[in-house]
């Protein structure tokens, strides 16, 4: 495993939100005021007692933290290797890591006087996580949504809109994610003096990438001290899914210091990365600017951004956070993909051998720890973040195999 | 003297003010560009603001996406804009010409590559939406080399320090957008820009530039009683829309607004 000889992985981002030559501030001025504010506001309230208190608050009763762990015991025999142990973010209130985060920033709205929450979403896990926060404090809420999305993902739109929320859908671009995302950059700047928006990922502009990662990294925090005590020790290797990446640095950052800990993030390998159709920039793209960051994006030899592929909704995005691209580049995180097909094994295997049905997104790391357990001893361990539960994609499922349900 | 700097010369001297109208560079098609440029020259244009279609246009309302997508149907990519800029030089040397985009597809060039192919072509500035001045430095040594204007934006909520430090970075022009939002917004506030634009002049000589929310010759003629330059974009690619797919209408269609706001700026003096 390559690992590089920093002696602390905790000092980034920089002032100006620098995670090495990656993140930063890349906005029309129109959006400077706002995130000046935001980003004052956030260094103030990340150490303000009151504050910390009402979220760890919101996080036990609402959300339901803390999430266990879980020895995925008859699996691991199955594979013939490495213990695998799940985080187990499905069981959070929405039924992923999402809500972790939509907290966090909803309540930080609620202390800067903000009464209406704007929120980009893809698969609508963010979007439903931001339009329930919403609902619990009162706030108005819309959630853009490419209208490809929208068709793709329609029991997730009426669920925000049971929760009140205003689902806009956004027909420029490619009518997915990113354009989502344009739409709600183009609604702050308009309704900068009221507004909040809550982004979802590790990306865009500072201090999201930062602020979004302090609020997810409640998973690594916990997981570290559960798996101390139900092994006696830190794992071997951390397994997450990465698209945007929220749910993989909120694990990963907590153990970025343990350096004996190898760190693994799965991109979407789509058909193929031979085929081209994927959603794996830290793999297959190269760096460049989008959405307010320095980054790996998917792009074309123009800088046109291109259209991603992958068979779960919330992977489909062709940037990353800057935190991964400087943490593939100084070596201390490993980038791999698995493909479309190998994730529906693994969402089938886990089903199946454990009785856990796993979002389409998190099977993508199950996919990679299969692999990558039989190649380790049986007394090594792999935790797997399970970012997600697959109710939301039976529908997909049902739908390669041919049934209608 | 750089061409910008020219012509603001000469406007000041005649008591006139100057009216730069914004087309996307492909729209709707790349072979009708050139002769675009040359049709608001000659309807009383005395900047050109071409824009370099981009994928993800964050900044810029639905008429001005929409210009993009129609380009990026024809893959118009940034080498083929500063090829038309060149083709428009062949018969037009004093017009000074600003690139209009977003950062990315000079990244993919790369900086230094991106000003001398620029400088080249004919090029005077680059106004890059999406880079504030704080991650400028390196971008603005590349310009600077060949001595490419830098322009920025300055917002409505741009306060105090921050417009000095634009106006220090910046070369050409500073350009003010007149109102919170994205291109193609409307209602605009005549009294709140004036007040706004007397804050920057007392920290700039520098000419200002205003637009959004200029769509007809009664807001022209309004905001150049206040601004050194009047930037109309969306109404004039509103009508490059609506004639997509009767080309020879489009240059007409532009030449006429631009005369008519012309006409009406130069009826202030």
């Not at chain 2, 504030?132 to 409505?156: K, Q, S, T, V, Y």
């Not at chain 2, 634009?166 to 957008?177: D, P």
Request: glycine content about 10%.
């Amino acid at each position: 495993m390559p690992t590089s000889n920093r002696e602390t992985y905790f000092n980034q981002p920089d002032e100006q939100g620098h995670f090495g030559p990656y993140g930063g501030v890349f906005v029309a001025e129109t959006l400077m005021q706002a995130l000046e504010e935001l980003r004052l506001n956030y260094e103030k309230y990340l150490h303000d007692k009151s504050f910390l208190a009402e979220l760890d608050a919101d996080l036990a009763h609402y959300v339901g933290r803390p999430s266990p762990v879980y020895h995925a015991g008859r699996w691991s025999r199955e594979l013939g290797g490495a213990q695998i142990y799940l985080k187990r973010e499905d069981l959070n209130h929405t039924g992923a890591h999402k809500v972790n985060n939509t907290i966090g920033q909803a309540l930080l709205a609620k202390r800067m006087g903000k009464t209406r929450i704007i929120a980009e979403t893809g698969a609508g896990q963010h979007g439903v996580a931001t339009a329930t926060v919403a609902a619990r404090l009162g706030l108005e809420c819309v959630v853009y949504m490419g209208a490809v999305d929208i068709v793709r993902q329609e029991a997730n739109v009426y669920r925000m809109r049971l929760l009140g929320a205003e689902v806009r859908a956004v027909e420029s671009g490619s009518k997915t994610l990113k354009d989502a995302l344009n739409e709600a950059m183009r609604d702050w700047v308009t309704n900068i003096d009221n507004t909040f928006y809550i982004i979802g990922t590790v990306a865009g502009p500072h201090p999201y990438p930062a602020m979004v990662r302090d609020f997810q990294a409640i998973i690594g925090r916990e997981a570290r001290q559960q798996m101390q005590q139900q092994t006696g020790r830190l794992p071997d290797a951390l397994v997450a899914c990465v698209g945007g990446g929220s749910n993989a640095i909120g694990l990963f950052y907590p153990f970025l210091d343990d350096k004996a800990v190898a760190i693994y993030g799965v991109e979407a390998a789509g058909d193929g990365l031979e085929t081209g159709n994927h959603a794996a920039p830290l793999c297959a793209g190269r760096p460049g600017v989008l959405h307010g960051n320095r980054t790996y994006l998917m792009e074309d030899d123009d800088g046109q951004i291109i259209e991603t592929h992958s068979i779960s909704a919330g992977l489909d995005y062709p940037g990353v956070g800057p935190e991964h691209a400087w943490l593939k580049d100084c070596g201390r995180a490993q980038y791999v993909a698995v493909t479309d097909s190998e994730a529906l094994a693994a969402f089938h295997a886990l089903t199946r051998v454990e009785g856990i049905i796993p979002a389409l997104e998190s099977s993508h790391a199950l996919a990679y720890a299969a692999k990558l357990a039989p190649t380790l001893e049986r007394d090594q361990i792999i935790l797997v973040n399970l970012s997600g539960r697959g109710d939301k994609d039976i529908h997909t499922v049902a739908a390669l195999e041919g049934i209608e349900i | 003297m750089s061409r910008i700097a020219a012509i603001f010369k000469s406007l000041r001297a005649h008591g006139r003010k100057a009216l730069i109208p914004y087309v996307t560079a492909g729209d709707p098609k790349p072979g009708i560009t050139v002769s675009l440029m040359h049709a608001m020259v000659e309807a009383g244009a005395d900047i050109i603001e071409l824009g370099v279609p981009f994928s993800d246009p964050m900044a810029d309302g639905p008429v001005i996406q929409r210009a993009s997508e129609r380009a990026l149907v024809h893959h118009t990519s940034l080498r083929d804009v500063l090829e038309m800029v060149r083709e428009f030089r062949v018969d037009n040397a004093q017009t000074p010409v600003v690139l209009m985009g977003y950062l990315n597809p000079i990244e993919m060039m790369g900086y230094e590559a991106f000003g001398a192919a620029a400088a080249e072509a004919g090029v005077d500035a680059a106004l890059t939406v999406d880079i504030p001045p704080e991650e400028a430095g390196e971008l603005l040594l590349a310009l600077n080399r060949d001595a490419l204007d830098a322009i920025f934006l300055i917002a409505p909520t741009t306060v105090g320090a921050r417009i000095e430090t634009i106006c220090k970075t910046a070369s050409g022009f500073v350009y003010y957008v007149s109102l919170k939002g994205v291109t193609g917004a409307s209602h605009l506030d005549i009294a709140g820009v004036e007040q706004k634009l007397n804050e920057i002049r007392r920290t700039t000589d520098l000419p200002i530039g205003v637009g959004f929310g200029i769509k007809d010759a009664a807001t022209a003629a309004a905001v150049s009683k206040v601004a050194d330059a009047v930037v109309v974009g969306s109404a004039l690619v509103s009508r490059v829309e609506a004639l997509a797919d009767r080309p020879d209408a489009i240059a007409p269609a532009l030449a006429e607004l631009l005369a008519e706001m012309r006409q009406a700026m130069d009826a202030n003096h």
